[in-house]
């Protein structure tokens, strides 16, 4: 049972499966573990292959190298006749389609589909996307197996998406509702936000330099240049660090002049 660990850790939720529908090519197999390895998908199943699985020593080997280290989830690859026999044991089946197909079933794009696959899957329900071959995408009858449709946002006049470009798009949007959306880092700042009293200390020396450069002119317009300066600085949160380095900037500058009398 292929699990991932969601927005509770302690509630493990059934992944959907990923169902390529006679797949053409060994490396267009191999990338779509690749993305399915991206974003916690395990469940491979493929549907009477073009060129069988697993395929002659050459094609195997694109298959591998296209997954980049998600071989696991091709040496876990499960092989079918026909779509009927994949998604035997699911609960819910969607069919990604770039077109219309005049079938009354639910359409829905793949943060919506994701959302419900979520919901199902902590429900203990099995759930499987089934993708279409390469050039041809998925035909009617096999759309006709499917609960529901899932397409998407795409430029109308180029809808077509690459195979493994569309699990990757179904499978980000899945890890993505399955996690709450974290990022798996967040920046790290070495120093905290620099204190009012620092700020205001660079704006006096930085100020006072620049009156020993000639920039400011005499009267009421150096207040002004003076304010639109501070108000630079005041439109990014400095921190600590950042002062000091401005500071060292600034010296070096000044020192720069000096010397060149």
């Not at 998925?138 to 077509?160: C, E, K, W, Y």
């Not at 620049?210 to 501070?230: C, I, Q, S, W």
Request: net charge neutral.
């Amino acid at each position: 049972m292929p699990e991932i660990v969601a927005q509770q850790p302690d509630a493990p939720v059934i992944a959907p499966a990923v169902i390529l529908v006679r797949p053409q090519m060994a490396e267009n197999i191999g990338m779509c573990a690749r993305a399915m390895g991206n974003f916690g998908l395990s469940d491979l199943r493929l549907v009477a292959p073009r060129d069988g699985w697993p395929q002659k020593t050459r094609m195997k080997k694109g298959a591998w190298q296209a997954a980049s280290g998600a071989t696991h989830i091709l040496d876990g690859a499960q092989l079918f006749e026909t779509v009927a026999a994949a998604i035997g044991d699911l609960n819910r089946v969607y069919a990604t389609t770039a077109r219309e197909r005049g079938q009354a079933k639910p359409v829905l794009g793949a943060d919506g589909a994701a959302a419900e696959m979520l919901v199902r899957g902590h429900a203990g329900e099995r759930t499987g996307i089934l993708f279409g071959p390469e050039r041809t995408g998925l035909d009617n009858d096999d759309v006709s197996l499917a609960d529901t449709i899932i397409t998407f946002p795409v430029a109308p006049r180029f809808a077509s998406v690459n195979l493994a470009q569309a699990v990757l798009l179904t499978g980000y949007e899945w890890y993505k509702a399955a996690t709450g959306a974290a990022l798996p880092f967040a920046a790290h700042l070495e120093t905290p936000p620099a204190r009012r009293e620092a700020v205001t200390s660079f704006f006096d020396f930085l100020e006072q330099e620049l009156d020993g450069a000639g920039y400011f002119p005499e009267g009421e317009k150096r207040h002004v240049m003076a304010r639109n300066l501070r108000n630079i600085f005041h439109r990014v949160e400095l921190h600590e660090q950042d002062v000091r380095t401005l500071r060292r900037v600034v010296r070096s500058l000044a020192d720069a002049r000096q010397r060149r009398g």
